[in-house]
Structure formats: structure tokens, C-alpha cells
């Protein structure tokens, strides 16, 4: 195939305009090399072990995990662990929308106590808030310990009072021992605790892990119980509407 003069210049000037966009080699340098550090190559591919994908690392190890704030600073990632126990809203533990609240009472005050020779000391606190059934948080010397509340009845199903802890203390029954270095009793006479005699120790009681319904959950109003005067006084009524439609 031959090119006549036209064909010629046109193949003479796209040769040309390839030279023009070539790149001319660089000394110690290859076509195939980048023009940036290998670990920076790392971080666009992938496969930079020191930060999670889609972070900007701070360096390769002393700043790993950590990401770049709005003001220009490095922070560590923010780590979250949920508590029930967190109160402000606010705070990254805090749980949204519970469908469930919780009252707690403080049973026994921190204090500190020294027991008689008959191994007992009584303590201060509010033997009314004193469930009949549930857990007892106690705190002693140190130790938290969840118990069970125990109640005792009578023959006609009247409470006498409430246990929680060891019942060794108080039978000196060894098939009584479970382990708890202590006893609390509560009855009319007061709150009591029954541990080793002459011993000096610091106690706290908070009965917990009570749930309720929310009624911000439920977009209802807080509802006050129905006391047994209500009830009676509700009962007296009806009752005398009863007499008069038959009189």
C-alpha cells in the first residue's frame, strides 16, 4: 500500500501529537513504579491494617483507629457500651425508647456497724419499703451480693417478716449455710443484721431490678394505685345503689 503525498502528512502529524503526550523517563525511576510510598499505595488499596476502612488514619501506628475531627484534631473512635443504668439522655450509653423503667429504694443506708456478743446489730433504713417478694441488693464490707427476699407467714397468711442471706446465723444449722457471710431480718421490731460477734462492718441494702411500664412509653399519664379505702368506699356504694333499686 502506498501513501501519496496527502496520506503521508496526515500520518507525519499523528505521530507528532503522540510524541507531544508522551512521558519522558525520570533517572532510578520505571514506568511500572508509583510516584508515592508503598504504605500510602497500602491505604488506597485497602489494606492498611492500622484504621478501619473508611477512617483517616493518623500515621501508621502510634495514631491507628483514631479518625479526623471537624476542628482539625485526632480522636480515638468513640467506643459504646449500653447501660440500663445511665440516666442522661445525652450520653452514648444511654438506651432510647425502653419500654421499661425502673424505681429502686434504698432498704439500708451506708453505714457501719459493730456487732454485740449475740452476733446482731440493728441498722437504719426504711423497713417499709421492704418488698414481700424480689431481690435485695446488699453491699457488704466491699462485696455486692443480689438476694432473694424471703417472707414468713402465719397459719392465716399474715407476714411475720422477711429474710435475706445466710440462714446459718440465725439456726446455726450447717444444711442452712449457703455461702453469705450475713443475715437480715426485718420484722416490727426493726431491720437486723446477724453475722460473727464482736465484728465491726460496713453494710448497705438497695432492693432493685424493679420494672415498671413507662408511661412517657405508653404516652399515658402516671396513675396513681387505688388504695383499699377507695376500693371499700367503691364497694359501700354500689351497694347502696343496689338497696335502692330494690326498695
Not at 473508611?54 to 447501660?83: K, T, Y
Not at 399515658?220 to 359501700?236: K, Q, R, V, Y
Request: some cysteine; overall charge negative.
Amino acid at each position: 500500500m502506498q501513501l501519496d503525498e496527502q496520506g503521508l502528512r496526515a500520518l507525519v502529524r499523528w505521530i507528532l501529537e503522540q510524541l507531544d503526550g508522551k512521558v519522558d523517563a525520570v533517572s532510578g525511576q520505571g514506568l511500572s513504579d508509583e510516584n508515592f510510598t508503598q504504605a500510602y499505595q497500602a491505604i488506597l488499596d485497602g489494606q492498611y491494617e492500622g484504621a478501619a476502612r473508611g477512617l483517616v488514619p493518623d500515621g501508621l501506628e502510634a495514631g491507628a483507629g483514631s479518625f479526623l475531627r471537624s476542628d482539625g484534631s485526632w480522636a480515638a473512635v468513640p467506643q459504646a457500651q449500653s447501660d440500663w443504668e445511665e440516666t442522661e439522655p445525652a450520653a452514648p450509653a444511654f438506651i432510647l425508647n425502653r419500654p421499661f423503667g425502673r424505681t429502686e429504694f434504698m432498704l439500708i443506708r451506708q453505714q457501719t456497724v459493730t456487732t454485740g456478743p449475740d452476733g446482731t446489730a440493728g441498722l437504719e433504713g426504711d423497713p417499709g419499703a421492704m418488698p414481700e417478694s424480689g431481690e435485695l441488693q446488699v453491699v457488704f464490707d466491699g462485696i455486692t451480693y443480689m438476694l432473694p427476699i424471703e417472707p414468713e407467714y402465719t397459719a392465716y397468711g399474715e407476714l411475720i417478716r422477711t429474710c435475706v442471706g445466710n440462714r446459718y446465723f440465725e439456726t446455726g444449722n450447717r444444711f442452712d449455710y449457703t455461702g453469705e457471710p450475713f443475715l437480715i431480718t426485718l420484722d416490727g421490731r426493726g431491720i437486723v443484721l446477724h453475722t460473727d460477734a464482736g465484728k465491726t462492718h460496713s453494710i448497705s441494702g438497695l432492693i432493685s431490678l424493679r420494672q415498671t411500664l413507662s408511661p412517657e412509653w405508653l404516652e399515658l399519664e402516671d396513675l396513681t394505685p387505688i388504695t383499699d379505702t377507695e376500693i371499700d368506699s367503691l364497694f359501700a356504694a354500689a351497694a347502696e345503689r343496689e338497696e335502692g333499686a330494690h326498695g
